[in-house]
């Protein structure tokens, strides 16, 4: 899955330690053997890596010639912790990571190889999908995969047995919170243990009050920290902390996702995957979710968060440096930017959804029909507070920032001045 702890020591030079595992790419020394293309996957947890099997293994099936795929899985959280370290070592031929900003930055420090050449080969794709895929350079470096959009998730039963009604505004949403209080329910499960949960709650206030590209130009380091722009979404947050789960930075989203599937709590705001991977599947169809609530109606609910997840091939793996090695890693690459290899995928996964037009949509769920009509409809798609800034400003400055407001969040002004301070030192590096 894709949410997770984001690289902590990102940046050159960070103080995260990686793993002997993970720094090891799993090839059979310089070169490779020519058909094994080793794969390093931060998809850890059973859902997805059952699913990534299935595909791999139907591409081995396929592609003939004793090609096969040798996969190194590395716990979600320690593969981002480790991400800088891990592509300036010894990485695997092909990983997994994210489109958009956070593509760019390791495209732009020479980390990745230029793909260019089989994305003219490739069909099914958008012209958004190919511009999340190109570094700053006009280049192509990933192979875009599935995106899953973030929402407000609830249990249908549990609306029901109460009369809840989705809430469209603001106001709406903190008297629905208000109710599910007298009703003996935590009405939000909140968490951020992991460090990246709370972004997303962070993003849609953000976007609902000063829209999308304030979004985009507050991540990229051009609007200050210290505006009031930026205090008006933590003075908003401020509203909704008293009706969310109380101790949220040492609680995983795993344990609140489960909160929500045990009736304990009545609304999380997640992407798709993450309840979707807490609730037994013969509890999948009482899972719901409605958009994040207006607050600027000039902004209304127009920006969607949708994540885009996808394959790089990394610029140090010394099989590449195999020519035979490079075909085969290509054509993994290829195979996987087909609707087929999603469907396989996706069959067993059904918590994401499929970026190519090529693929079957005919099977999907009510809520994975629902998630492409979100994102659909959206006039603008976000990839997500740590994708869209920089690594090293998300990882070592907001982390922090995030779960310093959530411990205390009456001192906004002292907490957007230390944003503010390290995020001039930061983009300054540029």
Same mark, same amino acid.
């Given at each position: +899955?894709?949410?997770?702890?984001?690289?902590?020591?990102?940046?050159?030079? /960070?103080?995260?330690?990686?793993?002997?595992?993970?720094?090891?790419?799993?090839?059979?020394?310089?070169?490779?053997?020519?058909?094994?293309?080793? @794969?390093?996957?931060?998809?850890?947890?059973?859902?997805?890596?059952?699913?990534?099997?299935?595909? =791999?293994?139907?591409?081995?099936?396929?592609?003939?010639?004793?090609?096969?795929?040798?996969?190194?899985?590395?716990?979600?959280?320690?593969?981002?912790?480790?991400? &800088?370290?891990?592509?300036?070592?010894?990485?695997?031929?092909?990983?997994?990571?994210?489109?958009?900003?956070?593509?760019?930055?390791?495209?732009?420090?020479?980390?990745?190889?230029?793909?260019?050449?089989?994305?003219?080969?490739?069909?099914?794709?958008?012209?958004?999908?190919?511009?999340?895929?190109?570094?700053?350079?006009?280049?192509?470096?990933?192979?875009?995969?599935?995106?899953?959009?973030?929402?407000?998730?609830?249990?249908?039963?549990?609306?029901?047995?109460?009369?809840?009604? /989705?809430?469209?505004?603001?106001?709406?949403?903190?008297? %629905?919170?208000?109710?599910?209080?007298?009703?003996?329910?935590?009405?939000?499960?909140?968490?951020?243990?992991?460090?990246?949960?709370? @972004?997303?709650?962070?993003?849609?206030?953000? +976007? !609902?009050?000063?829209?999308?590209?304030? $979004? *985009?130009?507050?991540?990229?380091?051009?609007?200050?920290?210290?505006?009031? !722009?930026?205090?008006?979404?933590?003075?908003?947050?401020?509203?909704?902390?008293?009706?969310?789960?109380?101790?949220? &930075?040492?609680?995983?989203?795993?344990?609140?996702?489960?909160?929500?599937?045990?009736?304990?709590?009545?609304?999380?705001?997640?992407?798709?995957? $993450?309840?979707?991977?807490?609730?037994?599947?013969?509890?999948?169809?009482?899972?719901? =979710?409605?958009?994040?609530?207006?607050?600027?109606?000039?902004?209304?609910?127009?920006?969607?968060?949708?994540?885009?997840?996808?394959?790089?091939?990394? *610029?140090?793996?010394?099989? %590449? *440096? &195999?020519? *035979?090695?490079?075909?085969?890693?290509?054509?993994?690459?290829?195979?996987?930017?087909?609707?087929?290899?999603?469907?396989?995928?996706?069959?067993?996964?059904?918590?994401?959804? /499929?970026?190519?037009?090529?693929?079957?949509?005919?099977?999907?769920?009510?809520?994975?029909?629902?998630?492409?009509? %979100?994102?659909?409809?959206? !006039?603008?798609?976000?990839? =997500?507070?740590?994708?869209?800034?920089?690594?090293?400003?998300?990882?070592?400055?907001?982390?922090?920032?995030?779960?310093?407001?959530?411990? &205390?969040?009456?001192?906004?002004?002292?907490?957007?001045?230390?944003?503010?301070?390290?995020?001039?030192?930061?983009?300054?590096?540029?």
């Amino acid at each position: +899955m894709s949410r997770r702890d984001l690289l902590r020591g990102a940046a050159a030079g /960070a103080g995260a330690v990686a793993l002997p595992s993970l720094l090891t790419a799993c090839g059979s020394g310089p070169g490779g053997d020519g058909r094994t293309v080793t @794969m390093g996957s931060n998809s850890s947890d059973p859902v997805p890596k059952k699913a990534f099997a299935e595909a =791999f293994r139907a591409y081995e099936k396929q592609a003939g010639g004793g090609r096969r795929i040798k996969v190194n899985t590395v716990d979600h959280n320690t593969f981002q912790e480790n991400i &800088n370290r891990y592509l300036q070592g010894k990485p695997d031929d092909v990983f997994m990571w994210f489109a958009g900003y956070r593509m760019q930055f390791f495209a732009k420090k020479g980390l990745l190889y230029d793909i260019s050449d089989i994305w003219k080969g490739f069909e099914g794709f958008s012209p958004a999908l190919k511009d999340q895929s190109t570094g700053e350079d006009g280049k192509q470096y990933l192979v875009p995969y599935y995106y899953y959009p973030w929402a407000v998730f609830h249990r249908k039963s549990v609306f029901s047995k109460y009369g809840y009604e /989705a809430p469209g505004t603001l106001d709406d949403y903190i008297a %629905l919170a208000r109710q599910m209080k007298k009703d003996k329910l935590v009405p939000i499960a909140f968490c951020d243990k992991d460090g990246w949960p709370a @972004m997303g709650t962070f993003d849609y206030i953000n +976007m !609902r009050t000063n829209g999308y590209e304030f $979004h *985009k130009s507050l991540m990229a380091g051009r609007e200050a920290w210290t505006d009031k !722009r930026v205090r008006e979404v933590f003075d908003t947050w401020r509203r909704i902390l008293p009706y969310c789960h109380e101790g949220a &930075n040492g609680r995983t989203w795993q344990e609140a996702a489960t909160s929500l599937q045990k009736r304990e709590t009545g609304m999380a705001v997640f992407g798709l995957p $993450h309840p979707g991977a807490q609730f037994p599947k013969a509890e999948q169809d009482d899972l719901d =979710f409605f958009p994040f609530p207006e607050i600027n109606p000039e902004h209304g609910q127009d920006a969607v968060e949708a994540p885009i997840d996808g394959f790089l091939l990394a *610029k140090k793996s010394k099989n %590449l *440096k &195999n020519k *035979k090695t490079m075909e085969s890693a290509k054509d993994l690459l290829s195979w996987l930017a087909t609707g087929k290899a999603e469907d396989i995928y996706l069959a067993g996964d059904p918590n994401n959804i /499929a970026v190519s037009d090529r693929a079957d949509t005919s099977t999907y769920t009510p809520i994975q029909k629902k998630a492409v009509a %979100l994102v659909s409809g959206a !006039r603008q798609i976000s990839q =997500f507070l740590d994708r869209d800034t920089r690594p090293d400003f998300s990882s070592t400055v907001m982390i922090p920032a995030i779960q310093k407001f959530i411990s &205390n969040p009456n001192d906004v002004d002292g907490l957007v001045n230390d944003i503010e301070s390290q995020k001039k030192t930061i983009f300054a590096s540029d």
